[in-house]
């Protein structure tokens, strides 16, 4: 059976969503499937079109049952989770919403794959987790500012006034102190202060330079990978940001990984990819980034996994926390995102930016 062109044209808006839709009759029988489906199913939209979608469930008696109710009117829309049967790879876990269209036997299924929509959740998460951290950053250097200048300017002139040696070397470490503070203060405020410099940007030399510096701290027992796509196009953006981002990524995986350093066996791996038609921060980008910053070490402690993000958190002794936290923060200025999935023995960081 073949499919009307009018019923494929009523149907080519379909084509511009990420999310897998196909319509179907009441009998199961395919009417149109979007490129999207198509792609996920890994076979084309021609042998789909005309035949059975029942088969391609794990499952195919929930969408018949699912189809029979909304046949007899049932239900306006109706959810449920099912599995996706793909030509190559595992089935794909998806929340199933099916709703009749205007036309009589005639139903929309929009599959949604779980793992995105998790994904979905988590970017929207810290998308709003950032902001909220800049705003609590910015509030609370501020508070801490003032005071912090009086009492070390009420260090200085008690110095000033005191002649024992041993009552001074008090006051000095009130002024230490103050000092110290002042530059957490300053660190803080610093993504907010500095003008936000934009011109283009090769992703490349960013590692590159990134590379460099790590290397020159860890001279021994580290091995740096590179793993590029060469046809990333340059793109807009905060040359000197993006590579503080990345640095501070890969100092913080190179101090996880002292052990291994230490062994001769620790690996940093720079990876560049286009992503493709790729949805994060409630938008959809037809070409974006993908950066990787992978690591061999033990992984983030589970204890701080859903919070390396906030300001002043930190998995290592002596640690100030903020390091992601600025990461984050710059890469955000440049509408991207960062996302860390952590295991024993690997690490991966990923930065997300749009491309032009």
């Known amino acids: 059976m073949s499919t009307k062109p009018s019923t494929v044209s009523r149907f080519q808006s379909f084509d511009l969503l990420a999310t897998l839709v196909a319509v179907v009759r009441g009998d199961g029988t395919v009417l149109f499937a979007n490129a999207a489906l198509e792609d996920a199913l890994g076979t084309s939209r021609r042998s789909i079109e005309g035949a059975s979608f029942l088969p391609l ?80 950053i910015r509030n609370l250097a501020h508070e801490i500012k003032n005071p912090l200048g009086g009492i070390r300017g009420a260090a200085q002139l008690l110095e ?34 500095r003008p936000h410099v934009v011109g283009d940007v090769n992703i490349h030399e960013v590692c590159e330079r990134v590379r460099s510096l790590i290397l020159a ?45 230490a062994a001769g066996d620790a690996q940093l791996t720079f990876k560049t990819r286009i992503g493709r038609q790729v949805t994060f921060g409630k938008q959809r980008y037809r070409l974006a980034l993908d950066l990787h910053v992978i690591d061999n070490g033990p992984g983030v402690p589970d204890s701080i996994k859903d919070r390396i993000f906030f300001p002043l958190v930190s998995g290592r002794e002596g640690g100030s926390g903020l390091g992601l936290t600025l990461a984050q923060t710059f890469v955000q200025q440049h509408h991207g995102l960062i996302e860390c999935d952590s295991v024993p023995g690997r690490t991966d960081f990923k930065i997300l930016i749009p491309l032009p």
């Open 57 to 136: 469930f794990a499952e195919p008696n929930l969408l018949r049952t699912a189809l029979d109710g909304a046949r007899g009117n049932e239900y306006a829309a109706l959810r449920y989770d099912a599995r996706l049967v793909r030509q190559q790879g595992e089935p794909m876990p998806v929340h199933v919403v099916l709703a009749q269209t205007e036309t009589a036997d005639e139903f929309v299924v929009e599959l949604l794959p779980l793992e995105a929509q998790a994904r979905q959740d988590r970017e929207e998460r810290l998308i709003d987790q950032a902001q909220a951290n800049k705003e609590l």
């Open 160 to 193: 000033m006034e005191i002649d024992s040696r041993d009552l001074k070397e008090y006051t000095r470490v009130i002024i230490h102190e103050a000092d110290r503070l002042q530059t957490l203060v300053d660190r803080l405020l610093a993504p907010h202060r």
């Open 217 to 261: 701290e860890f001279p021994r027992g580290l091995r740096v990978v590179r793993d590029y796509d060469t046809s990333i196009p340059e793109f807009r953006g905060d040359r000197e940001q993006l590579i503080q981002a990345v640095l501070n990524i890969a100092h913080n995986a190179c101090l996880a990984l002292t052990d291994r350093i």
